[in-house]
């Protein structure tokens, strides 16, 4: 008997009585007739041998379930009498049997076999109290013997704090603290914890995107009232020294032939904020590390020392900083002050373990109470900035030879957004200009900041003048009608002391526009803030940290409130603690194309650390809609501008990211069977989830070199069999060869100069493919273009991409070149969506099931058969590569074991002829355009590409190409657009 029919056997026998048994697979029902035993001759049941089975029964073939092997049958004989004493005495002896195993209770389900099943619970299994009361002291036995069967005995755990001890706020501080260890929490991290998504991206925990549906209302949010985003995240650099070696030192970061830099007249002046791509020194135009903004502090009469901010995005933050400290030769670091260990622990350790005083071990298996009175013990402190950040880690540096200093000032300011037309008016409304002090408190010795800026005349008047400035923001109808980059400095009252008692939605004052004199609002409009009214007291060090400590905390502030005599009012005087400097940065909306121009523009608000929540309250008490990640991506989408780290995709950030998500996306496809997810070898689609751009910008400066032998964009077709030799010559077979990736060696093309000549050559248009007219722009012919060739042949190019007709662009979509047909049924048609893209046949199907086989079919199987298909005589369809061709031991299913159904293995062919239409480039942003009313994409082509295809289109269809997204063979027309 085979070891399974032992098992099996033992099976059926587990809940049989002792006195049945069953013989061997030689018997003539193949075991399953009792055997007789027992004395007197008799069997169990009474029955006499004689009669129950006949003399030399034939073998049979051993036990089968529910038959007999050769197609017998059990024998169906009655007996020809019964002993009634025997008989009883073995029915008994089951029936005893039976109920032992019935009334038995097993170690697992403990005494709830023996409660009715709507009584069963699994809560008693925890708590023998909810027991009934006959059964109580039975599960306590069973629970003890359980506790004692370990053969040491297990030491009775702590009991935790009670939850109003873990509630206490100390306590939650110092849980807070150990939790920001890995990822830091913005000021409105608990705000937005318990309305947003949140994700763990570049060091810190931000909210991605809100639990309610709000696509629609944020979209509206930006376009006619104001959406609220925190980006404290930001990494801010201060840079301090002697304005020449300052401007020295940073021009090695930067070209003049991508924009203005950090030299330019009105950023230098501190009245505009300037935003700029750093490269990394010397290096222009090749690796970029990303962009920046920046803000100069007004200089001082007569002072050349000047003041630098640098907001970064956190991935590039550690690349620029080591970066400005070569070209400032700032190398020498500035250790901290020496801190104390009662202001290190709060923010580094965790609540003392009690183990540590005799007074906690007593209380070991028993609920600790947190008590103050122990000095030994810090009180909790709440960390603002970078807190996890070691107190020991240097974050100034300082140059010996220049006297540069370079400061991380990374969480030490708070950063919030508002866009939209109104936010202006959210503003004007939230805040209020500070008060002056009375003057027997102006002239008190006080520690606060405030009384002693009151005693000084000229500071005062300045003060007078920004308000002035901030009061004629009532008076203009849109954010948008403000200069760009504008800055104003300001000090306001604390936003907590006219908080209203209800959400209401801030609009603008009409009549407080009638009563602005017209002069100054025009003044305002046409020429910004003047300089003057730019600097603002959040610039010094001392005066961040005067108001941050210093600040009243929500309890005090209830407790005043509640002291005064009407409810409801403000108090009177305000608060000395409530006076906080702020920087308002103007954020330029849609600065380039011909429509919706200014869409998206806003203010940024610079407060000092601690004040986040004190302002984020009121804010959103304005009516405000809160953004996260998903939006600012939206936000930059809807403008038509690149968005970091999504569209750099010459820097290392963009790189990184770029290579994260690929690797998400590949883990959400193979998640998904095989049968249920796209194939996207036969949609002719090489890399749905990344972009080559590297190979694109090879495979294009190739074919031009060769003469413009390959050239779609002239009507001319490639035949089958042309395509077939080439992607034969192109697509190596499928082996296991291990690829090196060179460094990347793309770059995007930035220049203003370059880019402007493009742009003419596309006749830039709308999206609703109404021609603009432009003037001034060379004729495109090969005089033009050759030179244009040899400087930028090898770059990318930004683009934004608007279908014609419908159609959803979505992310990875290809841009192709239309042939000769398309462009005449789009002639035809001007309604038509497009042509369609022959479908592929997938080479690598065989291969994945001898594969799934296991190696000895495989082996034993020609790897050159392809029976799996079903219809050998089909032929490959046109410009599809077959690497089944190729024999041998590299072209065998287990070299590859990377496979994947359903895509393309590395190395990928030629990405520009894979398809029936030539590759330009991919889509990185894809969605339909609610500011645009149609289909648009953004992203990037090869600018040898487009310009081929631009010189051999006819005028009247130059900028027309095709978009088709991974997952469809459906291609759409769409209009390019460059915009500078």
Request: glycine share 8%; with cysteine.
């Amino acid at each position: 008997m085979s070891a399974a029919k032992v098992k099996m056997r033992e099976k059926k026998m587990r809940n049989q009585p002792a006195s049945v048994q069953y013989t061997s697979s030689s018997q003539k029902n193949g075991g399953d007739t009792p055997v007789t035993g027992g004395g007197g001759g008799e069997g169990p049941s009474g029955v006499h041998p004689n009669t129950e089975m006949t003399k030399n029964p034939p073998q049979r073939g051993g036990w089968v379930r529910g038959h007999q092997r050769d197609g017998g049958d059990y024998a169906k004989e009655m007996p020809k009498y019964i002993t009634a004493g025997a008989f009883a005495r073995v029915r008994a002896e089951e029936v005893s049997t039976m109920l032992k195993a019935v009334t038995k209770t097993t170690g697992s389900c403990h005494v709830f076999g023996n409660l009715p099943k709507h009584m069963r619970r699994r809560a008693m299994s925890h708590n023998t109290k909810r027991l009934p009361s006959r059964l109580r002291d039975v599960a306590n036995r069973m629970r003890e013997k359980s506790l004692q069967a370990g053969s040491k005995k297990k030491k009775e755990e702590a009991k935790g704090r009670s939850r109003k001890a873990r509630r206490r706020h100390g306590n939650l501080l110092l849980e807070f603290n150990r939790r920001q260890r890995k990822n830091v929490w913005l000021e409105t991290h608990i705000w937005h914890a318990k309305r947003f998504h949140m994700v763990k991206k570049w060091g810190y925990c931000l909210g991605d995107r809100p639990t309610y549906k709000c696509y629609r209302p944020s979209y509206r949010a930006m376009s006619s009232h104001c959406l609220l985003q925190d980006l404290s995240y930001y990494c801010c650099i201060e840079l301090q020294g002697e304005e020449d070696k300052l401007l020295a030192s940073l021009s090695q970061l930067t070209s003049k032939e991508a924009g203005p830099t950090f030299a330019a007249a009105l950023c230098l002046s501190g009245q505009r904020q300037g935003s700029v791509v750093v490269y990394r020194a010397g290096r222009y135009p090749m690796q970029p590390l990303g962009p920046v903004t920046f803000l100069w502090r007004p200089c001082a009469q007569g002072s050349t020392h000047r003041q630098l901010w640098i907001w970064a995005h956190p991935t590039i933050k550690q690349d620029l900083l080591s970066e400005l400290q070569t070209v400032c030769q700032c190398c020498e670091a500035v250790l901290p002050p020496a801190v104390t260990p009662a202001e290190v622990v709060p923010a580094l350790e965790p609540e003392p373990e009690p183990e540590k005083t005799p007074e906690a071990k007593q209380m070991t298996g028993t609920k600790r109470k947190r008590t103050c009175k122990d000095a030994s013990e810090p009180p909790a402190k709440k960390i603002l900035g970078d807190g996890t950040r070691s107190p020991t880690t240097p974050v100034t540096w300082k140059s010996s030879s220049n006297g540069i200093v370079i400061s991380d000032l990374t969480m030490e300011i708070v950063r919030y957004r508002l866009i939209g037309p109104q936010s202006h008016s959210v503003l004007a409304e939230t805040m209020e200009a500070a008060t002056d002090c009375d003057d027997m408190t102006k002239f008190q010795p006080s520690s606060l900041w405030w009384p002693e800026h009151c005693r000084n005349e000229s500071k005062m008047n300045l003060h007078q003048q920004q308000a002035d400035v901030f009061h004629l923001l009532k008076g203009i109808y849109s954010t948008g009608e403000l200069p760009s980059g504008t800055v104003l400095g300001l000090t306001v009252d604390d936003p907590r002391l006219t908080l209203p008692t209800k959400k209401v939605k801030a609009l603008p004052c009409v009549k407080q526009a009638q009563e602005v004199e017209e002069e100054q609002r025009r003044e305002l409009m046409l020429r910004g803030v003047p300089a003057h009214c730019c600097q603002s007291s959040l610039w010094e060090r001392s005066v961040r940290d005067n108001v941050t400590d210093n600040k009243i905390s929500e309890q005090k502030l209830n407790r005043m409130r509640s002291e005064v005599l009407v409810p409801g009012s403000r108090l009177s005087p305000t608060p000395l603690q409530g006076r906080v400097p702020i920087l308002l940065v103007h954020q330029p909306g849609k600065q380039v194309g011909h429509e919706m121009s200014s869409w998206g523009a806003g203010w940024d608000l610079l407060l000092p650390k601690g004040w986040g929540m004190a302002f984020w309250v009121p804010l959103v008490y304005r009516g405000v809609r809160i953004g996260g990640l998903t939006m600012s991506l939206k936000h930059c989408q809807n403008k038509g501008a690149a968005h970091f780290p999504h569209d750099y995709p010459d820097c290392p950030a963009g790189v990184l990211f770029q290579e994260e998500q690929e690797a998400q996306l590949l883990d959400k496809f193979k998640r998904r069977p095989p049968a249920k997810r796209t194939n996207y070898i036969k949609h002719g689609c090489l890399a749905p989830f990344c972009c080559p751009w590297q190979q694109l910008a090879e495979e294009w400066e190739l074919i031009l070199r060769e003469g413009g032998e390959e050239r779609e964009g002239d009507g001319r077709t490639r035949t089958s069999t042309e395509a077939d030799v080439v992607m034969e010559e192109e697509a190596p077979p499928c082996r296991a060869v291990t690829v090196t990736k060179p460094p990347s060696r793309v770059a995007v093309l930035r220049n203003r100069k370059a880019l402007r000549l493009l742009s003419g050559w596309c006749r830039p248009t709308s999206s609703k493919g109404e021609r603009a007219r432009r003037g001034g722009v060379s004729p495109l012919d090969r005089a033009a273009m050759t030179p244009f060739l040899s400087a930028h042949g090898t770059s990318l190019v930004w683009v934004r991409l608007s279908l014609l007709s419908k159609g959803k662009p979505e992310l990875h979509a290809m841009v192709c070149v239309p042939t000769t047909e398309d462009l005449k049924l789009l002639d035809k048609e001007p309604g038509s969506s497009g042509p369609q893209e022959p479908p592929h046949r997938d080479h690598f199907k065989s291969q994945n099931r001898r594969r799934k086989k296991g190696p000895k079919t495989a082996s034993a199987s020609s790897p050159c058969s392809d029976e799996t298909e079903g219809k050998e005589s089909d032929p490959p369809s046109a410009s599809e590569p077959n690497p089944t061709t190729s024999e041998g031991p590299e072209s065998s299913p287990q070299s590859s074991p990377d496979l994947t159904f359903g895509l393309w293995p590395d190395p990928l062919p030629s990405v520009t002829a894979h398809c029936s239409r030539v590759t330009l480039g991919w889509v990185t942003q894809g969605d339909f355009s609610l500011s645009a009313g149609c289909g648009e994409a953004l992203g990037f082509v090869s600018v040898a590409g487009l310009l081929n295809t631009l010189f051999n289109q006819p005028v009247g269809h130059r900028g027309t190409l095709l978009l088709r997204n991974p997952a469809s063979l459906h291609y759409r027309f769409a209009k390019v657009n460059l915009e500078v």
